[in-house]
């Protein structure tokens, strides 16, 4: 490959190496070789390279260009050929000189590792504002046909040991059709299957290579091909060539391509990290999707059931009593029916009836006047006021007060609210919605709550499963939260290990979703890399039941589902012994076992 020497500059300063078919000349920045002067045009002048001669030309008839003194519009290049233009002083060389034999005027270019460097930066400072994969690839392959001055080039990367093109470019940053159809796959073959550079200089006179098939139907004559590697691990290959040009590239354009190669693997390698991740990120976000109902995430059984009947009660005003365990989401699903009502526009307001005073919640439910009790210094609505138009959420209703539930009753009846200490009551349009993780019924029959209130609020019974109960919903919920919460925390944990996965699945979960949710972000804050692992979520062994054998497993059942049916039928073994399809005899044993 030939050279370009800034002889004004002790040759420190080299321009570009000629191993483009056209390197162009003059003040404008895009050129290969800018020279910085108020004379010349943006272009002003190229040299040609067809394979073996480089020819200098002007581009305009203004630009004074002098070879040894004499002023030139069209000259062949010979080896130490000095020319001026725009006053700066550059010579030919096709070769660098050794370094014991340089002079002030012949100093031996380092153009080789610079431009390779040069393009290698310009395509990492692209990487980071590159959107996709594909365009990334596409800018690598710019960079390379920038550099070797190839009419095209590809991009060949090894998929499971199947070379597959990524990209092919020409000359022009076009993607070419057929891509297939314009290499040579017994030269990529080669580089594979070696992992070494390989130059052709004229294919079609190489005996290695002029009976290939694609050869000889490509006309291919210059080629170049080198591996690309990363941590010795074959990615695939760059491919360039030139057709109808013998010898359009070197051993120093060879360099070039091959230190290129060397330094990209790595971003090669992270590009497609990148675009693994993305990809999976997006396959998670789709599943997520589809198992998403509205603000609840899950796809069982159990939970389908919950989703369908929200469906149906949501667009009426029914009251709706919600029952589950502490932790399982309640308030999400008193939201969502509120979402999908007529009144999603209005207020959604929500009292813990466990959280405030008994001598304060009525107050906090009903408002009060001014001077009403010590404390009152001035008028204030109530929750149900509050909630006027739209939906009143009243969380862990079996702690309400005995006294307070009358009140609340007649409101309920009545849609009339009266403030403490006042006799005026206020209309009120609201729908209420109730929730506990308490046995109402259970209560009720003890007397601590009110059974025409109870029935006044259960009109529909929405049950929560727990969480332990929603089988795969654990993973998705997981997932879930781990994504949202490495988010808000600006972290990189993204994924889970196969073993925290199965501990997430085997865990009891007493405390349900919102334990989950303690967990993950326990867990977000802590773990040291990409991938939570059980110590990460605080798993003890003893957490975990011990796998019981199967015939102890079985007795357990036989035993908790005998004591089951004798409840239900108030004791008596004849009714429990017919319902069970076995003989009262084996109820007389049971229980005989149970006393001892």
Known sequence: MAFLVDVKNDGQ??????????????AAADNDVVIPSSELPSTAAHIHFDGTQYTLSTVSRGVNIQVHGKK????????????????????????????????????????????????????????????????????????????????????????????????????????????????SDTIVKQVLDTQKPLLVQNALNDTHFNSSTSVINLQLTSVMCVPLLYA???????????????????????????????????????????????????DLEKTIASQKYGQLVGASNEMNIVFSQIDRVAPTDVTVLVLGATGTG??????????????????????????????????????????????????????????????????????????????????????????????????????????????????????????????????????????????DDILVLAQFLLEKYASEYGQKVNSFSPKAKNALLQYGWPGNVRQLENKIKRAVVLCDNKTVKPEDLDFQNEDFEAVLPLNEAIENFRRRYINEALTKHQGNRTQTAKALGVDPRTIFRHLETERQ
Not at 13 to 26: E, Y
Request: glycine share 8%.
């Open 13 to 26: 300063k080299v321009n570009v190496g000629l191993f483009k078919p056209i390197t162009t000349l003059g």
């Open 232 to 282: 010795q691990k074959l990615l695939g290959v760059l491919y360039v060539g030139n057709q109808n040009t013998v010898k359009a590239f070197d051993e120093a354009a060879m360099e070039v391509l091959a230190l290129f190669a060397t330094q990209s693997g790595l971003l090669v390698q992270n590009a497609l990290d990148i675009d693994t991740l993305q990809k999976r990120t997006s």
């Open 72 to 183: 030139i519009r069209k000259t062949q290049l010979q080896d130490g050929d000095v020319f001026s233009v725009g006053g700066m002083e550059l010579m030919f060389r096709k070769k660098p000189l050794p370094a014991s034999n340089r002079t002030r005027e012949e100093v031996a270019p380092e153009a080789i590792p610079t431009e390779a460097y040069r393009g290698l930066v310009s395509f990492s400072q692209k990487l980071a504002h590159t959107e996709n994969v594909e365009s990334l690839f596409e800018t690598l392959m710019d960079e390379v046909l920038h550099l070797t001055g190839a009419q095209k080039g590809f991009l060949v990367l090894s998929e499971h040991n199947n070379p597959k093109i990524q990209v092919a470019r020409n000359f022009e940053g076009e993607s070419l059709n057929e891509a297939v159809s314009q290499m």
């Open 330 to 471: 309640k308030e999400l699903i008193a939201r969502e029916i509120h979402q999908r009502s007529r009144r999603q526009k209005g207020p959604f307001e929500v009292i813990n009836c466990g959280a405030i005073p008994e001598n304060l919640l009525e107050s906090e439910l009903f408002g009060h006047v001014k001077g009403a009790f010590t404390g009152a210094t001035q008028t204030r609505q109530g929750r149900f006021a509050q909630a006027d138009g739209g939906t009143l959420f009243l969380d862990e209703i079996g702690e309400m007060p005995f006294p307070l539930q009358a009140k609340l009753l007649r409101v309920l009846q009545d849609q009339m609210v009266t403030k403490v200490g006042d006799t005026k009551p206020q209309k009120v349009d609201i729908r209420v919605l109730a929730a506990t993780h308490r046995n109402l019924e259970e209560m009720v029959a003890k007397n601590e709550f009110r059974e025409d209130l109870y029935y006044r609020l259960n009109v529909i019974q929405l049950h929560l499963p727990p969480l332990a109960e929603r089988g």
